[in-house]
């Protein structure tokens, strides 16, 4: 038996007739209902912290996430299996709620971080930073950046990611600032998830086929020369970590390194030996300097916001 869709045009009218018949097609861009990620929460600066400085700390975290969840989010249909399918969606979503919070706390804590947009724009400090900076002013790591590979690929660098980020977010629980160590008490559940995910996928792989080690051998090898960027130290990292708010990623870098050392030696894959992947005139990601695939990755995450910077849905 089959069914027609509504006619818009029947006379007793149809309940999708307002978002259809709409002369301005702009209001879907944004939602207009969405509450404030930080409500409730105190957003105090803490004593003798710089405004700017901890607005910076917050973009590298919320970019890396982001960055990372937009990567991930493109195996939608893609993955192996649906049931990698919806796991690899899931990761994706985690990772984009620990961005809206960052990035609202980043505005919080200074609002001249957030890109001037028209006036009357509904569009909130957060999504403002998500969608209208340009590649240039995102501060993530390069590994989050580089494009999808085959899923080998893909469980290498969310194995790295995911081991390097939980190793920081446990000990950014500490944070005096409220807001932080509360982002990253709920990140420390969501991102153990992560790598264990990956942690297992990647065993798998490794002692599956010939062919599955080979294709999860190599993401390894394409991945790691971005690898050491994630426990690189800022001097933005390096401030907030002295004043008690931040973590310097430098000081995970051993208990990261044990567990991947476990990881590969269950696995039976050697450690690659390529070199790291040297900035430019001594900046990296977390400096503003990017590969050609974030500028690509953006311009596809941004099209609709920047298309309708008045949009309401």
């Known amino acids: 038996m089959s069914h027609s869709a509504p006619d818009p045009s029947h006379e007793d009218g149809s309940p999708y007739d307002d978002a259809l018949l709409g002369s301005d097609a702009s209001h879907w861009a944004f939602g207009t209902d969405f509450e404030d990620p930080l409500a409730g929460v105190d957003t105090t600066l803490p004593d003798g912290v710089d405004a700017r400085?901890?607005?910076t700390y917050c973009l590298m975290?919320?970019?890396d996430a982001l960055v990372a969840s937009h990567r991930l989010s493109e195996?939608?249909?893609?993955?192996?299996d649906l049931e990698e399918d919806?796991?690899?969606a899931n990761v994706a979503l985690d990772l984009l709620g620990q961005a809206r919070l960052l990035l609202a706390r980043a505005a919080a804590a200074d609002a001249s971080v957030v890109p001037a947009l028209p006036d009357g724009s509904p569009v909130p400090p957060e999504d403002a930073l998500a969608f209208f900076r340009e590649a240039h002013d995102f501060r993530n790591v390069r590994l989050g950046e580089v494009p999808n590979g085959d899923f080998g690929h893909t469980i290498a660098r969310l194995l790295l990611f995911s081991t390097a980020r939980l190793a920081l977010l446990e000990r950014l629980t500490a944070s005096r600032d409220h807001v932080l160590a509360a982002v990253a008490a709920?990140?420390?559940?969501?991102t153990t998830y992560h790598r264990d995910y990956a942690g297992r996928w990647f065993l798998t792989l490794a002692q599956g086929t010939d062919e599955s080690r080979?294709?999860?051998e190599a993401g390894l090898a394409e991945v790691?020369?971005?690898y050491g960027e994630l426990l690189r130290t800022h001097p933005v990292e390096a401030e907030v970590a002295a004043a008690g708010v931040g973590v310097d990623p430098a000081t995970v870098a051993d208990e990261v390194d044990v567990v991947l050392e476990q990881v590969f030696s269950v696995s039976g894959v050697q450690r690659p030996g390529v070199p790291p992947l040297a900035g430019v005139t001594g900046r990296y990601g977390r400096d503003g300097l990017h590969t050609e695939a974030l500028s690509r990755l953006l311009a596809e995450m941004q099209v609709v916001a920047r298309a309708h910077p008045m949009g309401q849905w």
Not at 75 to 80: G, L, M, Q, T
């Open 86 to 88: 919806i796991a690899l």
């Open 61 to 63: 975290l919320a970019d």
């Open 75 to 80: 195996w939608c249909s893609r993955a192996p």
């Open 214 to 216: 080979r294709r999860v």
């Open 53 to 55: 400085t901890l607005a």
């Open 224 to 226: 790691w020369p971005l």
């Open 186 to 190: 709920k990140g420390v559940k969501e």
